[in-house]
Nanobody
Framework: QVHMVESGGGLVQAGGSLRLSCAAS????????MGWYRQAPGKQRELVAG???????NYADSVKGRFTISRDNAKNTVYLQMNSLKPEDTAVYYC??????????WGQGTLVTVSS
């Protein structure tokens, strides 16, 4: 069964850092581009960052220079290093394919709360 498991969220003060992890099924991970998405309260889910199977990355303008996406193909895991966090980064963070998501792959996500 294909699934994603996100982890690493938590409560952090503005200016702090967190590292999110997403463990994915091997059959999905190895040949696909992966992305991190987030959904803030009352807002639509949006793309945060994407990474191809070859390591080419893309970022939303709001996180450029602060967040870094990476992947470990041997571990079927994609990471999101988040630095200089801002209150507006508060959201539930999810991983999925990139740039086209599969609805059945949305997991529980991991909550990131940034206090001012």
């Amino acid at each position: 069964q294909v699934h994603m498991v996100e982890s690493g969220g938590g409560l952090v003060q503005a200016g702090g850092s967190l590292r999110l992890s997403c463990a994915a099924s091997g059959s999905i991970f190895s040949i696909n581009a992966m992305g991190w998405y987030r959904q803030a309260p009352g807002k639509q889910r949006e793309l945060v960052a994407g990474i191809t199977s070859g390591g080419i990355t893309n970022y939303a303008d709001s996180v450029k220079g602060r967040f870094t996406i990476s992947r470990d193909n041997a571990k079927n895991t994609v990471y999101l290093q988040m630095n200089s966090l801002k209150p507006e980064d508060t959201a539930v963070y999810y991983c999925n394919l990139y740039p086209i998501v599969l609805s059945k792959l949305w997991g529980q996500g991991t909550l990131v709360t940034v206090s001012s």
